[in-house]
């Protein structure tokens, strides 16, 4: 089981990750900083296994929100 003071920490982590895909310029490559992002963790098999990448057009502004929602998720669920 997780302490309080460490749940927190878990979850400030994930919000400091997911605050810098959120401020990613528009003219960056979005799909290339959030597989940045999971590969630096070494989670880029599991991404692969889950198609976290794959149906979605990772540099559509439209869908920025849900596509962060969805790597938020899939972090949180590898995080703990």
Known sequence: MISPENEKKRRDFLDQIIDELR????SNDFYLSAF?????????LKAKQEK????????NLKIRKILLQKLERFLDTEFK
């Not at 940045?36 to 880029?44: C, D, E, H």
């Open 36 to 44: 940045s992002t999971v590969a630096k963790f070494g989670l880029q």
């Open 52 to 59: 976290l990448f794959d149906g979605e057009d990772w540099n």
């Open 23 to 26: 401020n990613t310029p528009q």
